[in-house]
């Protein structure tokens, strides 16, 4: 367990190890990374920085760190995650799970490069 005081605004990075299938990847994610000093440090400097709900702005709550895109894992910063309540947390997982999309950012890359097609077309037509 990382302890408060070893805590530093700079968090820790952790080495990511290749993984050949998601499977295996998954299974290190939530057996090691989860648990690692890196990630329970981040976790505790980022509810220091925003003690509240990112939706519904609830303070007097447990936080989460979630995740908005895992591209920086094993060195995120606050750009790469937020806070959020356990009912947030789940509502957005379950929200990108029925959509097909792991992150908030892989769904929002999908929209912008639909509207981007679209422009193209449109263009194109003109
Ligand atoms: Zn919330
Ligand atoms: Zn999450």
Not at 8 to 20: A, G, H, L, M, S
Not at 26 to 32: I, L, P, Q, R, T
Not at 36 to 55: D, L, N, T, V
Request: net charge positive.
């Amino acid at each position: 367990m990382v302890k408060l005081a070893d805590i530093t605004t700079t968090p820790q990075k952790i080495k990511i190890p290749v993984f050949r299938t998601q499977k295996k990847f998954n299974k290190w994610y939530v057996e090691v990374y989860l648990k690692s000093a890196h990630w329970i440090g981040f976790a505790i400097w980022m509810k220091r920085q925003y003690p509240f709900c990112a939706e519904c702005r609830r303070s007097s709550v447990a936080l989460e760190t979630h995740h908005e895109t895992y591209i920086n894992l094993g060195k995120e910063t606050e750009k790469d995650c937020r806070n959020l309540c356990a009912a947030c947390h789940k509502t957005i997982h379950k929200t990108l799970q029925d959509l097909g999309f792991a992150t908030e950012r892989e769904y929002i890359a999908w929209i912008q490069a639909k509207e981007k097609k679209k422009r193209k077309k449109h263009r194109q037509r003109r």
